[in-house]
Nanobody
Framework: QVQLAEAGGRLVRAGGSLRLSCATSGLDISNHAMAWFRQAPGKEREFVAGCDWRGTNTAYADSVKGRFAISKVNAVNTVYLQMNNLKPEDTAVYYC?????????????????WGQGTRVTVSS
């Protein structure tokens, strides 16, 4: 059974930084693409960042390019999202997705494996 557990979300002031983690069990992430999505109140879930199975090819939403970075640490089966220079519009619940399809064009097609989410609130 695949399980994903996000952590690290909290209240932070604009301009601050957070690192989210997604610990995965039941799946060896070294063989799979991974991604982060987010859902703000009243909005649809949207793609934030993704990487291929190597972790070397990455893609980002335009709104977070240059501020967020996704990384994988296969040894602990965990994917991270480093978020810098946070803005109020980054406020959302952030979800991890595992074993989707990462296309070389930078598009990530999610799988059915989702975590429960972690809430990030950025105050102005």
């Amino acid at each position: 059974q695949v399980q994903l557990a996000e952590a690290g979300g909290r209240l932070v002031r604009a301009g601050g930084s957070l690192r989210l983690s997604c610990a995965t069990s039941g799946l060896d992430i070294s063989n799979h693409a991974m991604a982060w999505f987010r859902q703000a109140p009243g909005k649809e879930r949207e793609f934030v960042a993704g990487c291929d199975w190597r972790g070397t090819n990455t893609a980002y939403a335009d709104s977070v390019k240059g501020r967020f970075a996704i990384s994988k640490v296969n040894a602990v089966n965990t994917v991270y999202l480093q978020m810098n220079n946070l803005k109020p519009e980054d406020t959302a619940v952030y979800y991890c997705n595992a074993a989707g399809v990462y296309y070389l064009s930078g598009v990530y097609s999610p799988s059915s494996y989702w975590g429960q989410g972690t809430r990030v609130t950025v105050s102005s």
